[in-house]
């Protein structure tokens, strides 16, 4: 058996006040003074803390919004005095994509670790966009896939990045294949550059560490490797994936032998940029960037002819379509991609790397099902250090999560190793209700899912259809 893969945690504290949901508001004037006042019941002691909060207040305009939403004292106060309240900053942060409860279970994963759990289950919405119109099948919580979740049986949530040759030539009893390069991932996410719409902070140093300690990579775009200021930081180069900017700076041999990935941007160029990086670095696995726009489908079938190892397709961060007036989500384009590149039998040749509209754990798996082989994050690592995803974050704007200074390494990394600790947990738990021991059998497995549009085509398409 595999050595467990295991993501060390620990609790790591927010800079700023929290923005959770629920407030009370308490109108004190016609308070009867009870002595068995119901703020002292309150189970999370959310009362003192306010007290303490107030105390200690850095700023006058910050208010206390702990309140875990349990109502208890709302519905005990004998003189009916208190009342429940949404933060409407709250209510403000992200945008229609990245919903405030993407925020706030982000925030709470960062700073525990924990999966986060949501108590008197779930209220929400039974389907919604993206990723919400599809549901895993947790119908087989059967052994062993359960003793995995309880760490009686492995889990594995390993992937492999590189070409997987379809058959294997032996002579004389020895094999005579050439085996590829190939890279296991334990987890199927790496890191992306910070997307450009949010360019105000600096990351790279917290991502690069934040990869090192769970295992995973992070694409670094080559310009910036001269600014990282990190001690030893070539001990990270194999933890790097260096983007090869056209017109960028160059990464020297001598650093990219260090390395196991590097990305390049599609061109047509694309064969014989990969040539001569093989020339020199024949055991580096080079992914090409694609992005996902109407012309993604039919582009990933030309390059497929060309055989590049991996080809990552990046989305908009709301994982829609680049540049379509009606654009479909990742996941529609990803079961095309996947489901074109089987009928050519060539899927195993290609690792697809799926970018754009990765905000939970669910969705990792969820991606794989629709066909990627491994998913790409970046907005969710802002989120994780309190990032608010203002629509205007360029150098010399007001931040009010104060990332345009640079921020502890170890707050940085921590909360991110923690988000990266919820989220691997939160996957064994998942494939586990799945019935699903291996992660890299879930690529393409839609077996495992219950797809809205599907499903109201075949129930309500026979009634309604004309
Ligand atoms: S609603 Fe519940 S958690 Fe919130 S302050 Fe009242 S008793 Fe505490
Ligand atoms: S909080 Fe707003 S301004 Fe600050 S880094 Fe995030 S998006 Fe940019």
Redesign the pocket.
């Known amino acids: 058996m595999p050595e467990k893969y295991h993501i060390k945690t620990s609790h790591v504290q927010p800079r700023l006040p929290r923005i959770g949901k629920?407030g009370?508001v308490d109108w004190r004037e016609d308070c009867a003074r009870c002595h068995n006042c119901?703020?002292k019941?309150?189970?999370?002691?959310?009362?003192r803390e306010?007290n303490t909060f107030i105390r200690d207040l850095d700023e006058v305009h910050t208010l206390y919004y702990?309140?875990?939403?349990?109502?208890?004292?709302?519905q005990n106060c004998t003189k009916n005095l208190?009342t429940?309240s949404i933060n409407s900053e709250y209510k403000k942060l992200g945008n229609a994509y990245w919903t405030p409860q993407i925020f706030g279970t982000t925030w709470l994963e960062a700073e525990t670790g924990k999966v986060p759990v949501s108590g008197a289950g779930y209220r929400g919405k039974f389907s919604g966009y993206g990723f919400d119109s599809m549901w895993t099948d947790m119908s087989e919580i059967v052994r062993p896939t359960r003793d995995g979740i309880h760490g009686r049986e492995y889990i594995s949530t390993s992937v492999d990045i590189g070409r997987k040759p379809s058959y294997l030539n032996f002579e004389n009893d020895k094999l005579s294949t050439v085996l590829p390069p190939i890279i296991s991932l334990p987890f199927p996410v790496i890191f992306d550059m910070t997307p450009e719409e949010h360019s105000l902070p600096v990351l790279e140093s917290c991502i690069l560490v934040t990869a090192k300690q769970t295992g995973l990579i992070a694409i670094i775009d080559s310009e910036k490797w001269k600014d990282i200021k990190l001690e030893n930081k070539e001990d990270y180069l194999e933890y790097i994936a260096f983007y090869l900017h056209p017109n960028g700076h160059e990464i020297t041999n001598d650093i990219l032998s260090k390395t196991k990935l590097v990305e390049i941007p599609d061109s047509n160029g694309v064969r014989q940029q990969i040539d001569s990086i093989k020339k020199n670095h024949p055991g580096i696995i080079v992914a090409v960037r694609v992005p996902l726009n109407a012309n993604a489908s039919k582009r990933v079938d030309e390059l497929s002819k060309v055989r590049p190892e991996v080809i990552h397709l990046v989305a908009d961060s709301n994982g829609s379509e680049i540049g379509v007036e009606n654009p479909r989500f990742i996941k529609d384009v990803m079961r095309e991609i996947h489901g074109n590149l089987i009928k050519n039998e060539g899927r195993d040749e290609i690792t697809l790397i799926a970018g754009g509209g990765v905000g939970l754990s669910e969705h990792v798996a969820k991606a794989l099902i629709c066909g990627a082989d491994l998913v790409s994050i970046d907005i969710p690592l802002l989120i994780a250090i309190e990032c608010r995803l203002c629509e205007s974050c360029k150098p010399g704007d007001y931040c009010p999560a104060k990332l345009d200074k640079p921020i502890d390494l170890k707050y940085g990394a921590g909360r991110m190793t923690n988000l990266m600790g919820a989220w691997h947990w939160q996957m064994v738990e998942l494939m586990g209700a799945m019935g699903m021991r291996e992660a890299r059998r879930l690529r393409g497995d839609v077996g495992r899912a219950m797809f809205k549009d599907e499903l109201e085509e075949e129930i309500y398409g026979p009634i309604f259809r004309k």
């Open positions: 629920f009370v119901v703020k019941a309150c189970i999370y002691d959310k009362y306010e702990e309140c875990m939403g349990c109502f208890s004292c709302i208190l429940m």
